[in-house]
């Protein structure tokens, strides 16, 4: 199993970026997919989630209406647009999936501890 976020740099405060995961070793249509992102010195969280077919992914309510989750499912990949980044310093997105974080499910309802494949994670820092 094996999943590689890019897209992350340096982006001003009202600025937009798009995070990419390309996903490998593993049926990509039973799954779903998650991003985290964690910044220095606070908890991981979910931020977004989406299943295959998912005519209505997760989004957290502190990105709702800026952040947009998608998935390609023939290239296997998750993609996060985020627009209207505000400054809120370094984090580091990551993208995961686990056994147990199967489509027949909200993807909201599996817990974080239930995503045991990570990606490397990509950072993202809005900045002036």
């Known amino acids: 199993v094996e999943l590689v976020e890019s897209g992350g740099g340096l982006v001003q405060p009202g600025g937009s970026l798009q995070l990419s995961c390309v996903t490998s070793g593993f049926r990509f249509e039973v799954y779903s997919i998650g991003w985290f992102r964690q910044a220095p010195g606070k908890e991981r969280e979910r931020i977004a989630c989406?299943?295959?077919?998912?005519?209505?992914?997760y989004t957290a309510d502190s990105v709702k209406d800026r952040f947009t989750v998608s998935r390609d499912n023939l290239g296997k990949t998750v993609y996060l647009v985020m627009n209207h980044l505000k400054g809120e310093g370094p984090a580091v997105y990551s993208c995961?999936?686990?056994?147990?974080?199967?489509?027949?499910?909200?993807?909201?309802?599996?817990?974080?501890?239930?995503?045991?494949?990570w990606g490397q994670g990509t950072q993202v820092t809005v900045s002036s």
């Open positions: 995961a999936t686990g056994g147990t974080v199967t489509a027949g499910r909200p993807c909201a309802s599996a817990s974080i501890d239930e995503y045991n494949y």
């Open positions: 989406i299943s295959h077919n998912d005519p209505s992914p």
